[in-house]
């Protein structure tokens, strides 16, 4: 624990609502508290009942600070996060998030923190912040490349790209050259996915007001990776730019878990780097087609792997028997870390969320891209451009894919000759984005800045 306890902060966190966005604010709060600060980390009763435990050391630095989310028209009882409500009821749940506007302020009236670190949908924070006197952070859970992608702050506010083409090309604030971008279809289904606004507020103007009113911005990646990018998010938000790191995954050790249990003893009997974890996260969510062709794909591989499905699936009829032994098919939550520290684990077909990514890079597992939603598709091409993993390929216009599609993936990254540089990408990749001592060096900074920027503000 740092040594510097006379200069002891208050940090209030304030995540959205979604498991891939509570997590890593988690992970940032342990590190902040392992420095000697005292952490508020606010949520709602069921999202905070989700949360791992807290170790001995650090429940005394974190407390959890529970606000009942209001109930409104449209959004089923005891839906706190987006993995309770299908993905065009986003927009109920940003509305809900948006009336505990008055309990968080009362909150932070009382604790006066010296900090909160907000995430992207609270776009009305910090005005609540700077009227208390409140140092603010905006913590992206997004790559420094997306959110160059999304642009400076003030053309988020404006929305001044109206149509699914504007988001297929370079934006002109860009300078060099870059692959970053998304493919129509990602862009169309996105649109499609999503309910009548009912908060009044997009996702942009959220993003926008959110950067434009913090005092500096925490990106969770660093200029290792991805240099250009840091450099020029700088230059777009004229504020300060920190990197966090990439917050490594840490595995949990409970041993309780009775589904771990299960999964472990399954893939203690396949070979080392022989299995593809699938998972596709808890907000994605395929066609029928789309789970068939995936399917029958994982079935032509002829590789070992494990397939995780968030509710029952609908798969072909068979598929479970002609795959038995070969590849398990498991509905419900896993414990994705431990699955990914596995050693039978060698690929991990993944939605490309960032969360999934850091994760599974860093236990230097090899991705198989097949983005959804979101920033997936950035994700995506931000990672192939440096040749760490494989796409499977797709109909540019709809996203259609073919099973062949899936297996030709598969055994490109798992047995094919031709993907053995690929394979070792990602390992070294595992001593950057797994690297904990680097990590710890990042926040050392952050806490730098954030002691700097409290007591001046505060003078």
């Known amino acids: 624990m740092d040594d510097k306890r006379e200069e002891v902060m208050h940090i209030a966190m304030f995540p959205w609502l979604a498991m891939g966005h509570l997590l890593p604010f988690l992970r940032l709060s342990k590190l902040l508290a392992q420095k000697g600060h005292k952490i508020s980390f606010i949520s709602t009763p069921r999202n905070i009942q989700r949360l791992p435990k807290l170790p001995s050391n650090l429940s005394s630095s974190i407390t959890f600070v529970s606000f009942p989310l209001p109930s409104i028209s449209g959004l089923p009882p005891s839906s706190e996060s987006s993995m309770d409500v299908p993905y065009n009821k986003q ?10 506007q008055p309990q968080l302020k009362e909150f932070l009236r009382r604790s006066s923190p010296d900090w909160i670190i907000y995430d992207y949908a609270s776009h009305w924070l910090p005005s609540i912040a700077t009227e208390l006197g409140i140092s603010k952070a905006f913590f992206s859970l997004f790559n420094a490349a997306t959110l160059c992608f999304m642009g400076p702050s003030s053309s988020l506010i404006e929305e001044s790209r109206s149509t699914p083409e504007d988001f297929t090309v370079v934006p002109p604030w860009v300078p060099f050259k870059s692959n970053i971008v998304f493919r129509y279809h990602e862009v169309s289904r996105y649109v499609e996915k999503t309910e009548e606004d009912v908060t009044g507020v997009s996702d942009s103007v959220r993003f926008g007001y959110t950067i434009d009113g913090s005092d500096a911005v925490f990106v969770r990646s660093c200029p290792e990776f991805e240099p250009e990018w840091f450099s020029l998010l700088q230059d777009l938000y004229s504020k300060p730019v920190f990197p966090t790191g990439f917050l490594p995954p840490v595995i949990e050790d409970n041993d309780d878990d009775t589904t771990w249990v299960r999964i472990k003893e399954w893939l203690d009997k396949q070979r080392v780097n022989s299995v593809v974890y699938v998972s596709l996260g808890t907000e994605a969510s395929l066609r029928r087609e789309e789970l068939t062709e995936l399917a029958l794909g994982l079935e032509k591989s002829e590789t070992p792997f494990f397939w995780v499905l968030r509710n029952e699936p609908q798969i072909p009829d068979g598929f479970e028997e002609r795959v038995k032994g070969r590849g398990m098919v498991y509905v419900g939550w896993v414990p994705q870390v431990k699955i ?16 999934s990514v850091v994760e599974g890079l860093g236990f230097g597992k090899v991705p198989i891209f097949l983005p959804v939603l979101n920033e997936q598709g950035l994700n995506t091409r931000l990672l192939q451009g440096k040749g760490l993993g494989v796409e499977v390929l797709r109909d540019e216009r709809d996203g259609s894919f073919g099973s062949e599609s899936v297996a030709d993936s598969v055994r490109l990254v798992m047995i094919d000759d031709t993907g053995e540089e690929i394979r070792e990408k990602a390992k070294v990749m595992k001593g950057l984005f797994g690297n904990m001592d680097e990590n710890i060096r990042y926040v050392d900074e952050l806490v730098g800045f954030m002691r700097s920027k409290g007591s001046s503000s505060s003078s």
């Open 340 to 355: 990914l520290s596995h050693e039978s684990v060698g690929g991990f077909l993944t939605h490309c969320g960032w969360n």
């Open 91 to 100: 927009q109920s749940l940003k509305a809900a998030f948006d009336l505990l």
